[in-house]
């Protein structure tokens, strides 16, 4: 990180173990403590029942995780006792004080750690599932996930982590919610001054790959992405007065580059972003096409929980606006393990081997952050 305020800031947040965090280019939410804790279950509804709660109890602002499938508990919305939003302005408490903060930590390091086992060739027999499930037409595209455990030879200092992603995901959404860690460079939906935006990313490739060998310019790359940015506008149409769609572009977060089409459009007046969130997730960038269909063909070749590995997860105000990433990039902390995830999607035309590689590329941000690149 450089010299400059901002950076100055936010190595002091983090040298105090934040609780939770949300951490973009320009922008750092800190909390510590737990005020409130709201759990909104299972079911469509969950989303409103959040915004419900978090109204009701009357706090500024929370941090927010959600699962990845709506019939699954354990998405969480935690009040810190003490908020710190930090920009280029400076720094300002939504509610506590500095007098509060817990000081700053001595220097430490991670210890060392192993990672499980490779799981090639049972997650290569999914795939190949799924892709005959698409021969069949039963599904367009499906995205499978893989689930890495990584054991460590002490409990793993959290803070470190998140300042290690921070430091090496400076374009992504760094996040801390409830132990679930991780740096996503895909914005689900921001919703601020009337405004909405989005990001579909769908379509990697590694940096050093040949430049024939995972072409942009593919029929399976193009259709990947298209039917992710397609799912992404059908959803925001309705609430938005407008809604610009930009031509597709290769973007690089963290050394893996990527197809990405951006949404920007005035919302309708009365537009909540819990709204936009249940009418967005899942995309088809991390669910598939259609997606009941998808859905349904994960549960059944997936044999772990996603939990809220490609939920949503940000921050969330009692106003109705918010900013939340696709939980990317990330894994869950418990005492000395990280249980992480990745995962690719799958259309017609893609090859088991290749889309393995991919999900190897995106454990490298939380691999490197637990000092094990």
């Avoid at 901002?6 to 737990?34: C, M, N, Q, T, Y």
């Avoid at 790359?221 to 930009?246: G, K, N, T």
């Avoid at 918010?322 to 393990?337: K, V």
């Amino acid at each position: 990180m450089s010299t400059n305020p901002f950076d100055s800031r936010l190595r002091d947040a983090l040298s105090r173990k934040p609780d939770a965090a949300w951490i973009r280019a320009d922008l750092a939410v800190f909390g510590w403590g737990e005020s409130k804790r709201i759990e909104p279950g299972a079911g469509v509804d969950r989303f409103d029942r959040a915004i419900r709660e978090l109204r009701a109890c009357g706090a500024p602002m929370a941090l927010a995780s959600f699962t990845f499938d709506e019939n699954v508990a354990g998405s969480v919305v935690l009040v810190p006792e003490i908020v710190v939003v930090i920009d280029g302005s400076g720094e300002r408490f939504i509610s506590g004080s500095a007098a509060e903060l817990p000081p700053p930590l001595p220097n430490a390091v991670i210890p060392r750690g192993t990672m499980s086992e490779s799981d090639r060739s049972e997650w290569i027999a999914s795939v190949e599932s799924a892709l005959t499930a698409i021969k069949r037409n039963e599904v367009e595209k499906v995205v499978l996930s893989r689930e890495v455990v990584v054991e460590l030879e002490d409990r793993i200092p959290t803070h470190l982590v998140l300042t290690a992603l921070a430091r090496g995901e400076r374009d992504s959404h760094t996040f801390l919610v409830d132990n679930f860690i991780g740096s996503s460079p895909e914005l689900l939906i921001s919703l601020q001054d009337g405004r909405a935006r989005s990001v579909s990313l769908a379509g990697s490739a590694d940096l050093e790959d040949r430049p024939d060998s995972r072409s942009f310019d593919s029929e399976k790359m193009l259709r990947e992405h298209a039917l992710a940015a397609d799912s992404v506008e059908d959803a925001l149409s309705p609430f938005c007065l407008d809604l610009i769609r930009s031509p597709r572009e290769v973007v690089t977060y963290g050394g893996i580059r990527h197809l990405s089409t951006l949404f920007d459009g005035n919302a309708r007046g009365g537009t909540l972003v819990t709204d936009l969130l249940s009418a967005l997730h899942p995309t088809a960038a991390v669910a598939g096409t259609p997606t009941k269909s998808a859905l349904e063909l994960i549960r059944e070749l997936e044999s772990h929980d996603r939990g809220r590995y490609a939920g949503p997860v940000g921050w969330l105000a009692p106003s109705g606006e918010g900013e939340f990433a696709i939980a990317l990039r990330c894994g869950l902390i418990d005492g000395s393990r990280a249980t992480l995830y990745t995962g690719a999607g799958l259309v017609e035309g893609s090859d088991p081997q290749l889309e393995f590689e991919e999900t190897q590329i995106k454990l490298r941000p939380m691999l490197g952050a637990l000092g094990l690149s």
